[in-house]
Each structure stands twice: as structure tokens, then as C-alpha cells.
């Protein structure tokens, strides 16, 4: 495999980041109106406060939609593999990965939990396993 | 204000594997567009364009040796040229300027600049918690949603494919389509292409080929003096969702926001349309197009799109130039959905001219659904 993607943090993505070495999936919260929200920004999108809290999300979703990618875009990337949005119980979807599982048991709004996937600079990424498989 | 401008000249550059530049094959399209409509150059007084470089408007207008009052560059993908036609509308009708070209151009083929995972801008968002898993982009979103639409209405890959089957069918009677002579397609022949993300093959994605084209407006009293009939901009709409590939629903699109705000303006409805131009990015695309902008009812648009009211001779005469599927899609298409309506109102079209149209709608989509723009072009009374 040659160079991985890998993500440059920001002043306020850093402690998102940071928290992937100890497998800690965060999202923000508003202080002000308790909207939670992914990705990390400056501001709340539904109040635009800029009080925003890191929690740790339980890692407990359902598969919005996937999609198996069958050509890889780089070589930095080794097709096939499953690109999904996963809506968290929290609210907020992502896009991730669903591992472990063939297309034939992948299907929209089927549990998913979060499992671990290391990158190169010693930041993770959170990527989806199916429940049953657990 | 929307019932004041008119769409006087129109045309395609080149087509298909060109060798040109961008910008030979963006003074095609404008020249052609202007001699289209007894307009030279020097009338320009209004340019928009993008795709360019990262001063679009500017190098087009340095390129032609025009000096413009008025421009856009707004960046918004395939959609823009139809956002275009609103800024155009307005910026006439205010009186900042009186003839106005909207254009597209790319060489994409020729120079391969094409790729898979898109253009990734390490400051954004997406660079940090999308492009680290991988998508193809702008493909993996589109086919995210054409998965969200089988499991919410029970459809499958064999309606999307359908979408494709009819722009072929469009395409083999238009000699400038790529795909021309190529024969009929078979939805045998799009779920045995080569799958890229599923659900989506190779068959289910536009081509990427060079290709573009230029729309001249003006105001409608100084179109009447011109050399074509005038095609009169009824209604606009718009509507911005998304960058990111994970921050509002997959369905329905923004597409209900821009029809709406589309018909609305024009005083039409989606029955009023005799001819009908959506984006075919991806056959996904244009079935969540149809149910966005009221041509049928949400999970419908499969069986429209199988039916006869679609094809040569039906009531929805849907693509009309083989789209961006079969005809041409040189990476941003939405300008040509503009030259396609035009020619279809005037009569233009050969052999597969519609007959008698009164009203054309043309739909832009940009990006990951992300831009979406409508405008209902009419026939001078």
C-alpha cells in the first residue's frame, strides 16, 4: 500500500484527532442549546453559539446508505471496500467505513458499532462494524 | 424581472476528443453562440463562466480582449450555468448590463485531468473526516443515494439502467452525441458493465469527454430585433445543500427547493413543460430530479421512466440530446442543457425535434447534489 490519506488537524479539530489514539469517538455540544454535532467546527449550526463541549459518543449507529467501492480512487487505497453514512444514535451521520462484512449482508438501516482502524501517524479512524457480528 | 430577458444565440464547442485548450474551445462556444444570434463581440458587455482557471470570468474576457461591466464566476459544478441565467436576468434588468455570455469548456478528455477521488482541499472538512475513507467523488455519493432510493421504494439497478437505455435511444438521433452511432443500449448491457460503486456501473456515469457551449442573453425587447426567434427566461430557482458527504439527508434533493422556487416565478407547472433537460451525472440522477421537481410522485419516477411518455414521440420528452449519459458531458453539462432547450424551443432539433414545444424546463445539479438550479424557458407571444 503507498502513502495513506491522511487528515491535517485544525485548531479546532486537534483534541477530535487526538482523542482517535485512545479510541474515543467525540462530537461537539452546544453549551447553549444541547445540539450535538460531526464534524467539529467553530460554531453550533443550530444556534450558532460558539460554546461547544466535546462528548464521547457511545459508537451505536444505523447504516444510512453504503456503497462498495469496486476501482480505488488512489493507490493509496485497495478496492473493494465499503464507504457507508452512519447515522449515530446521538443525531449526527458520517461518513465512514463498514468492515468485516460481505455486500450480501450489507443493507440500509441495519445496527452498526464502531471499531478502529489505525493510520500511519498514530491517529484512528472510527469505521462500522455490523451488530451480529460482534 | 423574469419575464424581461430572452436567450438570443446558443451553440457547442467542439465535441468529444478535441486536442484543444480550454480556452480554443471556449472561444468556440461564445463566437458560435454570438454568430448564432447576430451578435459580435464587441456587444459583450456580461461574462459568465467557471471552470476556467481560478479567475474564470477574468481570463475569458482577457482571452477575448473584452472589457465586461458586469461578470460571474460562481462556483457551484454542473449547476451553475443555470444560476447564471438568474444572476444574467438580474444584472439586465437592473441595467449593469445589456448582452450577456454564459459559458462552459472543458478539455478533460484530451488532457486527462480527470480523477477518481476528485479534487481533495486539505483545508476543508472533507479533506479531514471524508477523503481518509476513501469515496469516490463525486461518485460514491450519488451511488449512496441510488442505494437509499432501491431500499425506500423497492427499486433496482434495473430502473436506473433504464435511464440510461433512454438516453441512448435520444442520443442515436442527434449526430453531435458521442454515442451516435453506437446502437442501441440494452439494461443487459448497463448491469454487465463494469461495476465502480455500487449500485452504479461504468453505464450508470456520464461520459467524460471534452466539450462546451454558450448561451448569449439580453433584454427580450432587444431580442426581437435579432436574428433568431427569442426564447424567453420565464423562471429561476436554486438551491445549496452540501459539500460534505455527510451533512443532510440523501433524499429528496435540493432540487424540490429550486423547482419550487422555479415555478413559482414563471407562474407554470411541471405539466405545462413540453420538454424536459435534467442533469444525468449518474442515472440516479435524473430519476431523483424528476420526483424533485413534481414530474411524478416520490418512488415514481422508475415507471415514468420505463414508459413511452419519456421517449420519442411521449408527452415528457425527457434528455432530448442524449444528456450527459449518451450525448456529451464534459465534466460541467449544465450549459448544454440550456443549448438543447433553446433548440428545441425554435425548432431546431432535427430528428428529434419535438413537436411544437411552448415551454422547456432545465435542470442543474453540481457537485455531491450539492447545487441545484432550474429555469423555464418559453417561446416569445
Same mark, same amino acid.
Request: hydrophobic share 40%; glycine share 10%.
Given at each position: 500500500m503507498s502513502e495513506q490519506v491522511l487528515p491535517i488537524p485544525d485548531d479546532v479539530t486537534t483534541p477530535w484527532w487526538e482523542a482517535t489514539k485512545e479510541s474515543k469517538l467525540l462530537l461537539q455540544t452546544c453549551r447553549e442549546c444541547q445540539h450535538v454535532q460531526h464534524y467539529p467546527r467553530a460554531v453550533c449550526t443550530q444556534c450558532a453559539g460558539n460554546q461547544l463541549e466535546w462528548v464521547e459518543s457511545a459508537g451505536q449507529g444505523v447504516v444510512d446508505s453504503f456503497t462498495v467501492v469496486h476501482r480505488a480512487p488512489s493507490p493509496a487505497f485497495t478496492a473493494p471496500y465499503v464507504i457507508a453514512r452512519v447515522r449515530l444514535s446521538e443525531g449526527p451521520t458520517l461518513l465512514t467505513r463498514i468492515v468485516g462484512a460481505d455486500e450480501s449482508e450489507l443493507a440500509c438501516d441495519l445496527p452498526v458499532a464502531l471499531s478502529w482502524e489505525s493510520l500511519s501517524d498514530g491517529h484512528q479512524l472510527p469505521v462500522f462494524q455490523l451488530k451480529h457480528q460482534q | 424581472m423574469s419575464a424581461s430577458t430572452a436567450i438570443v444565440g446558443v451553440a457547442e464547442s467542439d465535441l468529444g476528443v478535441t486536442n484543444a485548450s480550454i480556452l480554443t474551445l471556449q472561444s468556440q462556444a461564445i463566437t458560435r453562440a454570438l454568430a448564432d444570434a447576430g451578435l459580435s463581440l464587441s456587444?459583450? &458587455?456580461?461574462?459568465?463562466?467557471?471552470?476556467?482557471?481560478?479567475?474564470?470570468?477574468?481570463?475569458?474576457?482577457?482571452?477575448?480582449?473584452?472589457?465586461?461591466?458586469?461578470?460571474?464566476? /460562481?462556483?457551484?459544478?454542473?449547476?451553475?450555468?443555470?444560476?447564471?441565467?438568474?444572476?444574467?436576468? *438580474?444584472?439586465?434588468?437592473?441595467?449593469?448590463?445589456?448582452?450577456?455570455?454564459? #459559458?462552459?469548456?472543458?478539455?478533460?478528455?484530451?488532457?486527462?485531468?480527470?480523477?477518481?477521488?476528485?479534487?481533495?482541499? +486539505?483545508? /476543508?472538512?472533507?479533506?479531514?473526516?471524508?477523503?481518509?475513507?476513501?469515496?469516490? @467523488?463525486?461518485? =460514491?455519493?450519488?451511488?449512496?443515494?441510488?442505494?437509499?432510493?432501491?431500499?425506500?421504494?423497492?427499486? +433496482?439497478?434495473? &430502473?436506473?439502467?433504464?435511464?440510461a437505455v433512454l438516453a441512448r435511444e435520444w442520443a442515436l438521433l442527434n449526430p453531435k452525441a458521442y454515442r451516435y452511432g453506437a446502437g442501441p443500449l440494452t439494461v443487459e448491457e448497463v448491469?454487465?458493465?463494469?461495476?465502480?460503486?455500487?449500485?452504479?456501473?461504468?453505464?450508470?456515469?456520464?461520459?467524460?469527454?471534452?466539450?462546451?457551449?454558450?448561451?448569449?442573453? $439580453?433584454?427580450?425587447?432587444?431580442?426581437?430585433?435579432?436574428?433568431?426567434?427569442?426564447?424567453?427566461?420565464?423562471?429561476?430557482?436554486?438551491?445549496?445543500?452540501? $459539500? #460534505?458527504?455527510? *451533512?443532510?439527508?440523501?433524499?429528496? /434533493?435540493?432540487?424540490?427547493?429550486?423547482?419550487?422556487?422555479?415555478?413559482?416565478?414563471?407562474?407554470?407547472?411541471?405539466? &405545462?413543460?413540453?420538454?424536459?433537460?435534467?442533469?444525468?451525472? @449518474? /442515472?440516479? +440522477?435524473?430519476?431523483? =430530479?424528476?420526483?424533485?421537481?413534481?414530474?411524478?410522485?416520490?418512488?415514481?419516477?422508475?415507471?415514468?421512466?420505463?414508459?413511452?411518455?419519456?421517449?420519442?414521440?411521449?408527452?415528457?420528452?425527457?434528455? $432530448?440530446?442524449?444528456?450527459?449519459? #449518451?450525448?456529451?458531458?464534459?465534466?460541467?453539462?449544465g450549459v448544454l442543457l440550456l443549448v438543447e432547450a433553446v433548440r428545441q424551443l425554435r425548432g431546431e432539433a432535427g430528428a428529434r425535434q419535438v413537436s411544437d414545444p411552448e415551454v422547456a424546463l432545465a435542470h442543474g445539479t453540481g457537485g455531491i447534489l450539492s447545487t441545484h438550479a432550474t429555469v423555464l424557458l418559453g417561446v416569445d407571444r
Open positions: - | 456587444d459583450v &458587455d456580461g461574462i459568465a463562466t467557471s471552470g476556467v482557471s481560478r479567475f474564470s470570468a477574468t481570463q475569458v474576457a482577457d482571452y477575448l480582449g473584452v472589457q465586461p461591466g458586469w461578470c460571474d464566476s /460562481t462556483f457551484a459544478g454542473g449547476s451553475a450555468y443555470e444560476m447564471y441565467i438568474a444572476r444574467a436576468t *438580474q444584472a439586465i434588468a437592473s441595467g449593469q448590463a445589456s448582452t450577456i455570455v454564459i #459559458s462552459f469548456a472543458s478539455n478533460q478528455r484530451s488532457a486527462r485531468s480527470r480523477s477518481l477521488g476528485g479534487v481533495v482541499e +486539505t483545508h /476543508t472538512p472533507e479533506a479531514q473526516f471524508e477523503s481518509p475513507f476513501g469515496p469516490l @467523488f463525486p461518485l =460514491s455519493y450519488y451511488a449512496m443515494a441510488a442505494q437509499r432510493y432501491m431500499h425506500e421504494y423497492g427499486a +433496482t439497478r434495473s &430502473d436506473l439502467a433504464q435511464v448491469l454487465a458493465a463494469p461495476m465502480m460503486s455500487s449500485p452504479l456501473t461504468t453505464a450508470d456515469c456520464c461520459l467524460v469527454i471534452d466539450g462546451g457551449g454558450a448561451v448569449v442573453v $439580453t433584454s427580450l425587447e432587444r431580442a426581437r430585433d435579432l436574428a433568431k426567434p427569442p426564447i424567453q427566461i420565464l423562471g429561476y430557482g436554486e438551491s445549496t445543500t452540501n $459539500t #460534505s458527504m455527510s *451533512q443532510v439527508p440523501l433524499l429528496p /434533493t435540493g432540487a424540490v427547493a429550486s423547482g419550487k422556487a422555479a415555478f413559482a416565478r414563471a407562474g407554470l407547472s411541471p405539466s &405545462d413543460v413540453d420538454v424536459v433537460a435534467l442533469y444525468d451525472s @449518474f /442515472t440516479i +440522477t435524473v430519476l431523483l =430530479s424528476l420526483e424533485a421537481l413534481g414530474f411524478c410522485g416520490p418512488g415514481e419516477a422508475a415507471s415514468l421512466v420505463a414508459s413511452d411518455r419519456v421517449r420519442p414521440g411521449g408527452d415528457i420528452p425527457l434528455n $432530448t440530446s442524449g444528456g450527459g449519459l #449518451s450525448y456529451c458531458h464534459p465534466g460541467q453539462y
